[in-house]
């Protein structure tokens, strides 16, 4: 979830399967959710979920969360795709909604 929730932070969208992005969703919404309030106590929290990687928790807190500042939730939405060719698995497309 760590891996997956870095790339959407840095690419706004990922396209992966199904099963994966209806995981990540909760994760990054309760992730957003502490964002909003940019205490240190939160941004710790964010930190460690995220594995230590300050770019990703930099951009999460100034660029992503102010735009959710009046929004209560549902911060992603998650869009399915075809299914893959080659293992015929479902797939999806995961992006914020902002």
């Known amino acids: 979830m760590k891996g997956l929730a870095l790339s959407l932070i ?28 940019d205490t240190l106590a939160n941004r710790r929290v964010i930190v460690s979920r995220l594995m230590n990687r300050a770019p990703e928790v930099k951009m999460l807190i100034s660029d992503i969360a102010p735009k959710f500042k009046d929004v209560a939730g549902g911060y992603t939405r998650v869009l399915k795709l075809p299914p893959r060719k080659s293992d015929g698995a479902k797939m999806a497309l995961i992006e914020f909604v902002k």
């Not at 992966?16 to 209806?22: H, R, S």
């Open 10 to 37: 840095k690419a706004k969208r990922i396209k992966t399967t199904e099963a994966k992005a209806k995981e990540l969703r909760p994760f990054m919404e309760k992730l957003v959710t502490r964002a909003k309030n």
